[in-house]
Structure formats: structure tokens, C-alpha cells
């Protein structure tokens, strides 16, 4: 992920656009960025890259990103589906995405509006201008 925002970051300098990449350390997570910074998280991550690999990059996908139709990213996306064995399903979609970030990646940058839904009862929560998300940190139910 790092990579990813230094080349967007790079790729939007000549237009003025500067982005502060952030990194923190993972032992300290949850003590002083979890419910303290705000956050933003995409839905994308959440699907098994088996079904995100069928939806967006063999060369019969419905939703082509790339429009890069390569049959080696449909072969290899057969051979991780094609055994029930955890292990050898694992190091088969990590050749997939290797392969994938190395022949056939892309970079889509994206802003979206937010909007919140929330029962009445929940207050206090923050919205920190440039944050990405909302902090929790000083919510409370009522």
C-alpha cells in the first residue's frame, strides 16, 4: 500500500496535489491511532481476491479495470480455485497477485462524499476536516 500512495503521490505532484503519506507502527495501533485519528476504509478489501480477480480482471470479467484482457491472470485465477487445500490455495493467489501487481496493475484514485447514518442516541462523534472518516474517540450512546 505504501508503494501505491508514493506513485499516486508522484503522479499528481505536477498538479499541484500533494499528499502526506502516513505510516504507523503496528504495535501502537490501537493505542493511539484506533478511535483517536480518523479513518476510511474502502469496501474492495473486504471480497476474497478470488471473487475480486473474477469481477474486475479475468478477460471475461463483467467489470474490466484494466481492459487488459490477459489470460494468464484467467489461468492462474483457475489453478488457485481449482484445489480445496488451504495452503497450496494460498501460495497459488499469492503467484496470482504477484503476477497481477507486477504485469497487469492499476492505480484508480477516488474521492467520495460522506454521508452517516446514526440513531439519535450517538453523539460526540467527530469528523476531523481532512481525516478521511470519523473519530470515535469522544463518542458516546445516550
Keep these: 500500500m505504501v508503494d501505491e500512495a508514493v506513485a499516486l503521490s508522484q503522479a499528481v505532484a505536477p498538479a499541484g496535489i500533494r499528499i502526506s503519506i502516513k505510516q504507523h507502527p503496528a504495535a501502537t495501533y490501537f493505542e493511539q491511532i484506533w478511535l483517536h485519528e480518523g479513518f476510511y476504509t474502502s469496501w474492495v478489501p473486504r471480497a476474497h481476491p478470488a471473487i475480486r480477480v473474477a469481477q474486475a480482471y479475468t478477460s471475461n470479467a463483467g ?36 503476477w497481477m501487481a507486477n504485469n497487469d496493475g492499476y492505480l484508480s484514485a477516488c474521492f467520495e462524499d460522506l454521508a452517516v447514518a446514526s440513531k439519535t442516541q450517538l453523539h460526540g462523534v467527530e469528523f476531523p476536516l481532512g481525516k478521511g472518516g470519523a473519530a470515535l474517540r469522544s463518542a458516546w450512546l445516550a
Design 63 to 98: 467489470w474490466p479495470e484494466t481492459q487488459i484482457p490477459h489470460t494468464q491472470t484467467d489461468a492462474l485465477l483457475a489453478s488457485a480455485i481449482s484445489t480445496s487445500d488451504p495452503g497450496e490455495q494460498k501460495a497459488r493467489m499469492g503467484t496470482l497477485l504477484t
